[in-house]
C-alpha cells in the first residue's frame, strides 16, 4: 500500500509545477483579495516566485527530498518577497529537512513533512489559528490528513480530505478579525473578507492532492 | 491606470537605472537591488541599512549617502525586499563595526529582515536590528502585528546616520535608534488612493467628499472614512491622537515633519504645516526643528503624515549634523 | 475638489504662513506677499529676483536663499503678482549693484514685471530683465505672445544667482541669464489636468487612455491631445521637438532637467529620465549635469516636463556652485 | 459750447464708479469669455479691481485729472493683476498725464486725454488691431470720436460714435485668430470666441459715454 503511493522527488517537482500553474491562474483573483485588507500584491508575487521556483528546479534537478525543500524555499525567498516569500519559504525548508536526503517518501512520511512545514510557518510568523492567515488552510488540512491516515485511509483518502480541510479553512477566514499581517491594520474592517494567503494555501494542498496521490 | 511607465514588471528595475544615470555617486548593484553609497564600506564606521517595498521614494534610495545610510534594499512595489539583498546590503557597508539594520514593522520586512540577520551573522558580521513602529493609527498589542513603521523611519534614519558617520558604535547607535523609534509618533491620511502598477487600478474607492483617516503607506485602507474637511481639521485629526498616545510637557521641544503621500503638492502642505503649528502653539510644544515634504509616500497619493518626535539635545544634534544624499543635505 | 486647504480665498496666504514657520531662515513680507532672503540685501551683490502665479512650487519661493533668488514674489495661483509686489522685492535686494528681474514669458507677468522695473527705476535703483521662453510646444514669432517660460527659469535662477553670488555685476549676471535662456529647451505633457482652488473643477478634462502633450505649467490644454503610451514614447515626444528646435553636435554637453508636474511621483521620474539619457546617448549628447524631480509644478497635476539646457564652463561652474534654499541645496 | 460740456474729476470719478457697476454685472460674463481662450479669471480679476479704484477714490478724492488718473492706474494695477491689470492702469496713468493738473476738460482735451490713454496701452502690450485684444475695442472708439469732433459734433456726438465703434470692434474679435496675450497659445482654436478684453473696453467706452456727456 504504502509503495504504491510513494511519493518521489519528481512527484514533489509535479507538485510545485501545478502549484505553479493554478497560481498564475488565480493570481489576479488573489490580488483582488490583497486589495481590501492587503496591498493588492499576494498574487502578483507568488506568481513570480513560484515561476521561478519552476525554473530552478528546472536547472538543478534535486536529486532528494532535502535538496527539493531548499532549492524551492531559497528561491520562494528571494523571488516572492513580502510576507509570503518567508513563510512559504520555511514551509519548504522544513518539508525538506523533515523529509530527509532521501528519494521517495512513503504515505505517513509525506504527512509528517507536511507537518514539520506548517510548523514552520506557525513559527516563523508567530501566527496562531483564528488569526486570519494562511495558517487556517494550513493548520485544519495537515491536522485531517494525520486523522485520514490515522483511520486508515490512503494518501489519497487523506489528500482529499486535507484539500476539504483546506478549503473550509479559507471560507471561515471570511468572518475573522485578521490579528496578523497587513490585515491586522484594518481591525474590525478586516472582517467579510477572504484572507489571501489562506486562498494560496489551499491551492497548495490543493495541488499537492492532484501530484502526490493522483 | 495613467503612469509614465513601460511594463508593469520592469518599474523598479528601470526606476533604478534612472536613479543611477542621475546618482552616479551611488553603487547600484541591479541584480540584487541594493544601493550603496559610492564610498562604502567605511571602515570602523557602523553600517547603517534600510529597506522596504518601493513606492515610497525618495525612501529609503534617495537616503543613501554620508550622514545617512550606507545602503538601501528596494523590494518590488509595497513588497518587502528579500534577504539575499539585505545579506548584500550588509555584506556591502561592513567596515568592521557591524552593522545595523533599520527595519519598519511590517510582517514581510521583519521577517525577510530577520532571515537576512541570521545569515549575515552566520557570515560572522555583527548585526543589530530595530523595528520601527510609530504609526498610532494601530492599536499596539502583543496579539496582533503591532503598529507599522512609518515617518518615525526617515528620523531615525537620520539621527541614526549622523551617530554612525560621528563614529559611534553598533551599541550606541542601536540605542539611540530605539530611542527615537519610543520618541516618534505618526499618523496619516489620504484624500485619494494609489494604484500598484502590477495591479492596474486603484487600490481603494473613495468618494467624491471622503477621505481616509489612519492610513498606512502602502496604499492599504485607513482607521476610517470621514467626510473631507479643512486643513485644519485634518491637522486636529492627525495631531490629537499622536499626543493622546504620547503627552508632551508644556515647553517641551519636538521635530515635527509634515510628509506629503505623494500626489499633494507642496502649497497644501504649508498650509498643512502651518495648521499644526498653530495646534502645537496651543499646547505649548516648541517646535525645535522641522522637515515639510515628500519623503515617504505612497507612489501617486494624494494625502499627508504628521510625525512628531521629541527632541533630545542629542538626537537634535545629530539631526542637525551634515548629511549629504539625494533627497536631504544640508551643513556638508 | 479634494485639497488640503481652508478657504480658497486663503490658499496663497496661509502656504505663505506655513512657510515661513517651516523657513525662518527666509523674510516674508504677509501684506504684499514678498519672500525674501533673511540677510537681504547683500551690499554690493546684485540683486536676482522672480515671481509668477503661485501653484509653482517649490517654484519661484522656495529658491529664495544663498545662491540663488534673493527674493520671489507669489501672485494668486495661475495669476501675475502685481508691480506692487515686485518693487517691493527689489528694493528689498538692492544692495547697490543692480537687480536682474528673472521673468517668465506671459503677458500678465510680462507687463507687471515692465511696471514694477519702470517704478524701481524711478526710485534710482539699477533693473535689468530676462525674458524666460524656453517653450517649444509654442510657436514662436515676433506677431504673437511668443513662447512661455518654463523649464529653463529654474536653471536660470540657479546659475544666475551663482554668478551673483559670486560678486558679477548686473551686465554680466544678465548676458548670462539671456544664455542661459537661448540654449534652454522645454517641452511638457500631462496624463491629468490640475483643479485651480478657485475654479473648484478641474482646467481640462483627459480621458483614461489620453494624454496632452505641449501643455504650459497653469492648467491649459497643451498643443496637442495623444493616446497614452510607454515612458520610452513619451520620452521621444518630449526630447524630439527639443533637439529639432535646438540641435546638438555629437559631443555636447547638457544640464538635463526631468521635472514632475506635480503629481507623478519620483519612482516615474526616474524611469522616464532613464528614456531620455537613452535618447541622447542615441544623439552622442553628454548628459553632464542632471537635475529630477518636482522643482516648477502645476498643483497637483500627473505630467512631466523635460528640460534640456545646452551647457558651457561658465555655467557649468556656477550650476555646481553652492546653493541653499528650501528646494535646492548643495555644496554649502 | 465747450464749457457746456466741461468734464469735470466729478463726472471721471462718476464714470469709474459706472465702470466698476458694469463690470459687476458683467463680471460672470467676462470670466466665462475668458475660459475657451484664457485662465478664466477676467471677470474676477477686473471685479476685484474696480471695486478697490472705487474704494481709494472714495479715501482719496483726487483734486485734479492727473490725480485721478494717477489713482485710478495704481489700484488697477495692484488689484487687477493679470495682462489687464496693467493694461487698464496704462490706460489710466496716460489719460490723466495728458489730462493734465486741471480740473476740468473741454471736448478736445477730453478726446485727446483718451486717445493718449488708448496709445498707452497700444504701447505697453504691443498688440495692433487685429490681434484680438481690448484694442479691436479702443482704436475704433477712439477713432470715432475724433472723427466725430472733427466734423463739428458734440462730445456727446463723439462718445455716442466711439461706444458704437467700440461694440463693432468688439463684436469683430470673434472670427479673428488672437496673436497677443494667453489666447494666441491656441493658435486656430481661438477663432469663434469673442475676446473678453475687447468686451470689457466695450464696457469702459460706454461707461464714459454714460457719465462725462449725458
Ligand atoms: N504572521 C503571519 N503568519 C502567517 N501568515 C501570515 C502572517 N502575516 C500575514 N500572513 C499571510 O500573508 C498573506 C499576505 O501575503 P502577501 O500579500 O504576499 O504579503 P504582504 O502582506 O507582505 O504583502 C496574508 O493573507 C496572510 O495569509
Ligand atoms: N498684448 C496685449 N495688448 C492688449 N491687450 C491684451 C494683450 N494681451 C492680452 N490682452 C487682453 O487681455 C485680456 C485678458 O485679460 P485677463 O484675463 O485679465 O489677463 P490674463 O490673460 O493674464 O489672465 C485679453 O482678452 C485681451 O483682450
Ligand atoms: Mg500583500
Ligand atoms: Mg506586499
Ligand atoms: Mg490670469
Ligand atoms: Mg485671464
Not at chain 1, 46 to 68: H, K
Not at chain 2, 86 to 108: F, P, R, S, W
Request: overall charge negative; aromatic content about 4%.
Amino acid at each position: 500500500m504504502a509503495d504504491a503511493t510513494a511519493v518521489t522527488v519528481e512527484d514533489l517537482v509535479a507538485w510545485v509545477h501545478r502549484f505553479s500553474e493554478v497560481i498564475a491562474e488565480h493570481a489576479d483573483e488573489l490580488t483582488q483579495l490583497d486589495s481590501p485588507i492587503g496591498d493588492a500584491d499576494h498574487g502578483t508575487n507568488m506568481r513570480r516566485g513560484c515561476r521561478a521556483a519552476v525554473e530552478a528546479l528546472e536547472a538543478t534537478g534535486p536529486e532528494d527530498v532535502t535538496g527539493f525543500g531548499r532549492a524551492i524555499a531559497m528561491k520562494l525567498i528571494s523571488a516572492v518577497g513580502g510576507t509570503s516569500g518567508p513563510l512559504y519559504g520555511s514551509f519548504f525548508l522544513a518539508f525538506g529537512t523533515a523529509g530527509g536526503a532521501t528519494h521517495t517518501l512513503d504515505d505517513a512520511g509525506t504527512v509528517a513533512a507536511l507537518r514539520a512545514a506548517v510548523d514552520a510557518v506557525a513559527a516563523r510568523g508567530k501566527a496562531e489559528p483564528g488569526d486570519k492567515t494562511m495558517l487556517d488552510a494550513l493548520i485544519p488540512a495537515v491536522e485531517a490528513m494525520e486523522a485520514s491516515l490515522e483511520a486508515g485511509g490512503s494518501l489519497r483518502d487523506a489528500m482529499a480530505a486535507g484539500t476539504t480541510a483546506a478549503e473550509e479553512g479559507m471560507h471561515a477566514t471570511t468572518p475573522m478579525i485578521a490579528r496578523k499581517g497587513r490585515a491586522s491594520y484594518l481591525g474590525e474592517r478586516s472582517i467579510g473578507h477572504q484572507d489571501p494567503g489562506a486562498t494560496s494555501s489551499w491551492l497548495l494542498v490543493r495541488s499537492a492532492a492532484e501530484t502526490l496521490a493522483a | 491606470m495613467k503612469k509614465l511607465i513601460n511594463g508593469t514588471d520592469d518599474v523598479v528595475a528601470e526606476a533604478l537605472q534612472g536613479m543611477e544615470q542621475a546618482h552616479p555617486e551611488l553603487k547600484i548593484n541591479h541584480e540584487l537591488k541594493v544601493i550603496v553609497r559610492g564610498d562604502a564600506p567605511v571602515q570602523g564606521k557602523v553600517g547603517v541599512i534600510s529597506g522596504g517595498g518601493s513606492g515610497h521614494e525618495p525612501m529609503h534610495g534617495g537616503f543613501v549617502g554620508r550622514g545617512m545610510l550606507d545602503a538601501a534594499c528596494p523590494g518590488e512595489v509595497f513588497t518587502s525586499p528579500t534577504p539575499d539583498q539585505m545579506l548584500e546590503a550588509t555584506k556591502a557597508v561592513d567596515g568592521g563595526a557591524g552593522v545595523l539594520h533599520i527595519v519598519k514593522n511590517y510582517t514581510g520586512d521583519v521577517l525577510n529582515f530577520e532571515m537576512a540577520a541570521e545569515l549575515a551573522q552566520a557570515d560572522g558580521i555583527d548585526v543589530a536590528s530595530v523595528v520601527i513602529d510609530d504609526d498610532v493609527a494601530v492599536q499596539d498589542s502583543s496579539f496582533t502585528a503591532g503598529r507599522r513603521g512609518v515617518g518615525a523611519t526617515v528620523l531615525a534614519e537620520k539621527i541614526c546616520g549622523a551617530a554612525a558617520e560621528a563614529g559611534k558604535d553598533l551599541a550606541t547607535v542601536t540605542e539611540l535608534c530605539e530611542r527615537v523609534n519610543a520618541q516618534g509618533r505618526s499618523m496619516g491620511m489620504a484624500l485619494t488612493s494609489c494604484t500598484v502598477p502590477a495591479a492596474g487600478k486603484p487600490t481603494f474607492e473613495l468618494g467624491d467628499d471622503e477621505m481616509e483617516i489612519g492610513i498606512g503607506i502602502h496604499g492599504e485602507p485607513g482607521r476610517e472614512r470621514r467626510p473631507v474637511t479643512t486643513a485644519a481639521e485634518v491637522a486636529k485629526q492627525l495631531v490629537d491622537p499622536i499626543l493622546a498616545d504620547l503627552p508632551y510637557e508644556r515647553g517641551e521641544k519636538a521635530l515635527v515633519f509634515v510628509n506629503s503621500m505623494g500626489g499633494t503638492p507642496l502649497i497644501e502642505l504649508y498650509i498643512l504645516y502651518n495648521e499644526v503649528v498653530k495646534l502645537l502653539a496651543e499646547h505649548g510644544i516648541e517646535i525645535a526643528r522641522n522637515l515639510v515634504g515628500p519623503y515617504i509616500t505612497s507612489l501617486e497619493m494624494q494625502g499627508a503624515s504628521v510625525t512628531l518626535l521629541k527632541l533630545d539635545d542629542e538626537m537634535t544634534g545629530y539631526w542637525d549634523a551634515a548629511v549629504e544624499t539625494p533627497a536631504l543635505r544640508w551643513g556638508a
